[in-house]
């Protein structure tokens, strides 16, 4: 497993911008498909986008494409949420995630590293 640390999140007005970070430890992390997940007060942990480990493929929910972009640098061991045009729907608790050599998925439990997470809220 790797250890994930979140940072970048806060308080942003609808439209507005922002990127969350994610700091991995560990020498394997370019052997980690990654994914961001986000919850909500009340809500279940829905899955937001991966990028995978081999070829840095990316996936993203109908809800957030077109609008966040993930990015990975494994030089620096971290992976990156860039969320533009932000909704207040896009409000909760957003986690980074990793799996150990997986295909990308949407379901948390492919995952086995996880972050402490970091708030996001979107005011309108």
Do not use: H
């Not at 007060?41 to 937001?48: A, I, L, N, T, W």
């Amino acid at each position: 497993q790797v250890q994930l640390v979140e940072s970048g999140g806060g308080l942003v007005q609808a439209g507005g911008s922002l990127r969350l970070s994610c700091a991995a430890s560990g020498r394997t992390f370019s052997s980690y498909t990654m994914g961001w997940f986000r919850q909500a007060p009340g809500k279940e942990r829905e899955f937001v986008a991966a990028i995978t480990w081999s070829f840095s493929d990316t996936r993203y929910s109908d809800s957030v494409k077109g609008r966040f972009t993930i990015s990975r640098d494994n030089a620096k061991n971290t992976v990156y949420l860039q969320m533009n045009s932000l909704k207040p729907e896009d409000t909760g608790i957003y986690y980074c995630a990793g799996g150990f050599k997986t295909a990308w998925n949407r379901t948390p439990s492919s995952y086995d590293s996880w972050g402490q997470g970091t708030q996001v809220t979107v005011s309108s």
